[in-house]
């Protein structure tokens, strides 16, 4: 098991952990960090392969020295990556190394999801994350919702043919799609999978079940649900369901969920995670903490559970700050898996790559304007901005 604290509140409790809140910022890719002072608690953006020592903007204490090509950050710093991840090339010009223009080969992310004309949730979302973590958005629009921060009151799915074609259109572009993230699933995008898709005709593929949105509108049926298992979870790469919509996964394929339920600790989480990928045969399971039991027994934070079995430590816990009278929490779902398919486009681990889209989720929470609609409120997804 392997614990992630809330990079610019870090809290690590051993040296290992310390270790590996620093270590994370290691990656092939170049990209900037936003690091905490621990004098003045200002923040400083900063290379990652910075070839001079930073100081701080505030009161110049060095926040990190180049080691070895890349930075080392200064005992008592906190970071957390910048979310626009540029893959700059660094020559070499009179002994000084430069920035020069970032290389042009934008991840493409297609998602595959309903419109919101809200603007909040859905593809809408699904292109702001996607352009903020610096991919290239494609979409397939699989129905319009008519909805808004108040509730959900209907909608209107593509038809097949129209899907066919869409998707076609995409993937004959002339240029590969490096991910996929899915979100409201229909009976359309079920037969695309079974009649076209193939196991890794992309790279990765990120899956929202959203079984019944946050305002109580069933978007999918029990029958949609079990043959979306049948013929689409099981290519997954990553499944991102929140406590309740794994347990309606757990009793659609026939099994008890009162053995999750019954007792409140992580246990009970880390097994339900695991038997989530078992039993759908997809990857890896993201089990979101928003909705979990455990977050009510410390409401001063929520709890993420990554499975991955490739990770040797096959268990992640990502713990954030919870944010005090939240009403902008519409889109969530959606601003997370697409901020995911993004990160793994881009090159990162799974295990960072949820890590930076958590992070962002937070923040876009965070720095929301509360006066935009009268009910659950869209995330401000350019906060930084």
Request: aromatic share 8%.
């Amino acid at each position: 098991m392997v614990l992630v604290q809330d990079l610019l509140n870090p809290d690590p409790s051993t040296e290992a952990q310390k270790h590996k809140l620093k270590t994370l910022v290691q990656s092939p890719r170049s990209y900037f960090m936003d690091v905490k002072c621990p004098g003045c608690l200002k923040i400083t953006t900063v290379f990652s392969h910075a070839q001079t020592p930073v100081t701080c903007d505030s009161c110049s204490t060095v926040l990190c020295t180049p080691t070895g090509g890349k930075c080392r950050l200064t005992e008592g710093c906190a970071f957390r990556r910048n979310f626009i991840e540029m893959n700059f090339d660094l020559v070499q010009v009179n002994n000084n190394t430069e920035l020069v223009e970032p290389k042009r080969n934008i991840p493409k992310v297609l998602t595959i999801a309903g419109s919101d004309p809200s603007g909040g949730a859905g593809i809408e979302a699904d292109i702001k994350s996607i352009t903020v973590m610096g991919c290239y958005g494609l979409t397939c629009i699989d129905g319009i919702t008519i909805q808004n921060t108040m509730g959900v009151y209907g909608k209107k799915v593509t038809e097949l043919e129209g899907l066919t074609k869409i998707l076609y259109s995409n993937f004959n572009n002339g240029s590969p799609i490096d991910a996929i993230k899915i979100g409201m699933m229909t009976e359309g995008i079920v037969q695309w999978f079974k009649s076209c898709y193939s196991h890794g005709m992309v790279k990765f593929l990120v899956v929202d079940p959203i079984i019944s949105s946050s305002s109580g509108y069933n978007l999918a049926k029990m029958m949609l649900i079990k043959s979306a298992i049948d013929n689409v979870y099981l290519h997954a790469t990553l499944l991102t369901p929140n406590f309740e919509e794994a347990l309606k996964i757990i009793e659609i394929l026939g099994h008890e969920r009162s053995k999750y339920t019954s007792r409140n600790c992580l246990e009970s989480f880390y097994m339900l995670a695991k038997d989530i990928a078992c039993f759908t045969k997809c990857h890896a399971v993201l089990l979101k903490g928003g909705h979990m039991p455990l977050s009510k027994v410390n409401d001063t934070e929520l709890v993420d559970v990554l499975y991955d079995p490739d990770n040797i430590d096959k268990f992640t816990i990502f713990k954030h700050g919870r944010i005090v009278g939240a009403k902008n929490t519409h889109g969530t779902g959606c601003t997370l898996s697409s901020a995911i398919a993004s990160c793994l486009a881009l090159g990162n681990s799974l295990q960072d790559a949820v890590q930076i889209g958590t992070s962002y989720v937070h923040n876009a929470m965070k720095f929301a304007d509360s006066g935009l609609g009268k009910g659950k409120g869209p995330l401000n997804h350019i906060y930084y901005m």
